[in-house]
């Protein structure tokens, strides 16, 4: 910003014959994106509607369940330890001789 103040600056009077222009042009970026989530996301929602109706569906009562009462009879040993044998004698250490 320049100083309301001071002077402006003389231009120059004299342009020169030839004046070259040049312009450049910039594409805008692109800013694509989202349609993949979108799909990721609509795949993920049939996914889970499937497992859905498979997990339900599978579930259903059926008419005809037959008889639900069973007599078992399960005979299981007493469980025992092992007969080990004797455990080996320990050696006697030697003693310490007293201080005379």
Excluded: W
């Excluded at 910003?1 to 014959?17: F, L, Q, V």
């Excluded at 450049?24 to 929602?45: D, F, H």
């Amino acid at each position: 910003m320049t100083d309301p103040n001071m002077i402006a600056p003389e231009r120059p009077t004299e342009r020169p014959a030839d004046v070259h222009h040049t312009t450049v042009n910039v594409a805008p970026e692109k800013s694509g994106g989202g349609g993949g989530a979108g799909l990721v996301i609509g795949a993920l929602v049939v996914i889970a509607l499937i497992i859905a109706a498979v997990l339900f569906l599978n579930n259903a009562p059926t008419q005809d369940r037959g008889d639900t009462n069973l007599d078992v009879n399960i005979d299981v040993p007493t469980p025992s330890m092992p007969d080990l044998p004797d455990a080996p004698k320990m050696p006697e250490l030697p003693s310490p001789v007293p201080a005379q």
